[in-house]
């Protein structure tokens, strides 16, 4: 199995500022990695797929980056909604693995 | 209005059997994979098992393959997980999600991301 590790686990950040999250996978994974979004007691969401294209909907101050085994997710000038979890997740092989989650909190 | 909603949990005993069905609206069901994802009690995200528009592809994680059977009946526009010998570290909300599916290209692997997901259903396993 791909093994996805994020790091951080989590992090405390403020609203407008720049946040990074990365996601290792324990073997390319190419660009099959996709990022969600969960906010408390609600379902996950996609926020980005194929490593870097951004889902319909979501803000442009999300973006992906990466390919093989090291990813990134960034958030740019971070909003008061954006205080989550998120996960991400490869779909290169089955069995479909997720990162163990990064939770973003207020500083 | 584009929408998934999960039935079925409940508290079942150690051992105990249960179905969990999804329900789709708003898009043409039998377009589309669809998956079951679970999420323990304060813990992460584990993929269970997705299934292929008519079923010809199947996948399950190592963790239930032999104990979950996911099916789908397109004209009710419907998924299932019939779930059994359920243990304890089955507890957890089960989602259900759409599966959308992109062409890799030419020898490549086709792209799979979950663009749509239920409110997930609740299954606590516990005597």
């Known amino acids: 199995d791909i093994q996805m590790t994020q790091s951080p686990s989590s992090l405390s950040a403020s609203v407008g500022d720049r946040v990074t999250i990365t996601c290792r996978a324990s073997?390319?994974?190419?660009?099959?990695l996709n990022w969600y979004q969960q906010r408390p007691g609600k379902a996950p969401k996609l926020l980005i797929y194929?490593?870097?294209s951004l889902q319909s909907g979501v803000p442009s101050r999300f973006s992906g980056s990466g390919s093989g085994t090291d990813f990134t997710l960034t958030i740019t000038s971070l909003q008061p909604e954006d205080f989550a979890t998120y996960f991400c997740?490869?779909?290169?092989?089955?069995?479909?693995?997720f990162g163990q989650g990064t939770k973003v909190e207020i500083k | 209005q584009v929408n998934l909603v999960e039935s079925g949990g409940g508290l079942v005993k150690p051992g105990g059997s249960l179905r969990l069905s999804c329900a789709a609206s708003?898009?043409?069901?039998?377009?589309?994979?669809m998956t079951w994802i679970r999420q323990a009690p304060g813990k992460g995200l584990e993929w269970v098992s997705y299934?292929?528009?008519?079923?010809?592809?199947?996948y399950y994680a190592d963790s239930v393959r032999g104990r979950f059977t996911i099916s789908r009946d397109n004209a009710k526009n419907s998924l299932y997980l019939q779930m059994n010998s359920l243990t304890a570290e089955d507890t957890a909300i089960f989602y259900c999600?759409?599966?959308?599916?992109?062409?890799?290209?030419?020898?490549?692997?086709?792209?799979?991301?979950?663009?749509?997901w239920g409110q997930g259903t609740t299954v606590t396993v516990s005597s």
């Open positions: 999600a759409r599966v959308r599916r992109r062409s890799g290209g030419l020898l490549k692997n086709n792209y799979f991301e979950m663009d749509l």
């Open positions: 708003g898009f043409t069901f039998g377009d589309y994979y």
């Open positions: 299934m292929s528009t008519s079923g010809s592809a199947i």
């Open positions: 073997q390319s994974t190419n660009t099959y």
């Open positions: 194929g490593a870097s």
């Open positions: 997740q490869q779909n290169y092989r089955v069995p479909w693995t």
